[in-house]
C-alpha cells in the first residue's frame, strides 16, 4: 500500500510538471493593432522579432488609426497600437488608456500611385484630366493618409476640381486596393505601401511634396492592457533596433532623429 501511494505521489509530481513544462513552452502572445500604412514594414519586423522569440506569438491587425482609437477606448484587447497619426494615442495616454507615453517610431509620407500610367511624370493638377475618372484616398474623416491627401489636393489647388471624382477607401491600403483593382485609375497612398514588392511591381508613383500638408507623425503605445506584459514591452524596445529602423527605412519610413 505504501509503494502504490508513494507511486501515485510521484506520477502526480511528474504530471504536474509536465503541465508546468507545456505552460512554459506554450510562450506568450500579443496583439498590434496597426495603421494600414505598416503593413508590410511591419511584417517583416515581427519575423525578424520572432526569431528571438519563437515560443511567443504576435498577431497584427491592420486598418484605420482612428477606428483603432475608438475601439481602445471600447475596451478592444490590443496590447500595442501603432498609429498614422500620434494625436491619436497622445490622446488615449491622456485619458488613461495606454500603459506607456506615446512613442514616435516615424513620419510618413504621401504619393500619388497609378498601375495604369507612368504616375512618376504626373502631379497633383494632372488628376483633373477627363480620362482619370476615380481618384483613390483613404477616408478623411478617421484615416490620417485621406486627411493628409485631402490637404495636399486642397494648397496645391486641385480639390474643387477632383472632388467629384475622390472615392474612400476605410484605410489607405484599401485606397491603394481600389486603383490595383482598376477601380481608380489613380491614387494618393503611403510610400510605404508604393515601396513594397507588391505596389512597386504593379505601378509606378510621384512623391508629394511634404509642404502641401501637415507632417504624418506617426507614433506608438504599450496600451492599459498590457501594463506589466513582458513581451508588450520586449516588442516597444525592439522598434528601436537597427535591424528593425533598417526596415523601416527601406518602406521610406523617415525615422526619429533622422532628416531627409
Known amino acids: 500500500m505504501k509503494f502504490r501511494l508513494l507511486f501515485t505521489f510521484a506520477a502526480s509530481v511528474l504530471l504536474l510538471f509536465g503541465f ?6 506554450a510562450g506568450e502572445k500579443i496583439t498590434i493593432a496597426a495603421a494600414a500604412d505598416l503593413k508590410f514594414a511591419l511584417d517583416e519586423i515581427v519575423v525578424l522579432f520572432s526569431k528571438a522569440h519563437p515560443a ?11 477606428k483603432f482609437q475608438t475601439q481602445i477606448r471600447q475596451g478592444a484587447p490590443f496590447d500595442l497600437y501603432f498609429s498614422a497619426d500620434i494625436a491619436y ?10 500603459a506607456s507615453e506615446a512613442q514616435p517610431y516615424a513620419v510618413g509620407r504621401i504619393v500619388l500611385w497609378s498601375p495604369s500610367r507612368d504616375a512618376g511624370k504626373m502631379t497633383l493638377a494632372d488628376l483633373a484630366d477627363p480620362a482619370i475618372r476615380k481618384i483613390a484616398i483613404a477616408n478623411p474623416k478617421h484615416a490620417p493618409y ?14 474643387e476640381k477632383v472632388e467629384a471624382k475622390l472615392v474612400y477607401g476605410e484605410n489607405v491600403a484599401q485606397a491603394a486596393q481600389f486603383v490595383q483593382t482598376g477601380n481608380a485609375q489613380a491614387g494618393i497612398v503611403a510610400l510605404s ?4 514588392p507588391e505596389l512597386a511591381k504593379q505601378g509606378s508613383y510621384a512623391l508629394i511634396s511634404d509642404k502641401l500638408h501637415q507632417p504624418l507623425e506617426q ?10 506584459n513582458p513581451l508588450a514591452q520586449a516588442f516597444a ?9 533598417a526596415i523601416m527605412s527601406r518602406y521610406g ?6 532628416v531627409e
Open 237 to 245: 524596445r525592439f522598434m528601436a533596433v537597427q535591424e528593425a529602423r
Open 193 to 196: 505601401l508604393a515601396l513594397s
Open 89 to 98: 494615442p497622445r490622446a488615449l495616454k491622456a485619458e488613461g488608456f495606454a
Open 20 to 25: 508546468a513544462m507545456q505552460s512554459a513552452h
Open 219 to 228: 507614433g506608438f503605445i504599450v496600451t492599459k492592457r498590457a501594463a506589466g
Open 56 to 66: 511567443d506569438q504576435v498577431e497584427t491587425i491592420y486598418g484605420s488609426s482612428g
Open 146 to 159: 485621406g486627411k493628409r491627401a485631402e490637404e495636399a489636393l486642397k494648397a496645391s489647388g486641385v480639390w
Open 253 to 258: 519610413f523617415v525615422l526619429p532623429g533622422k
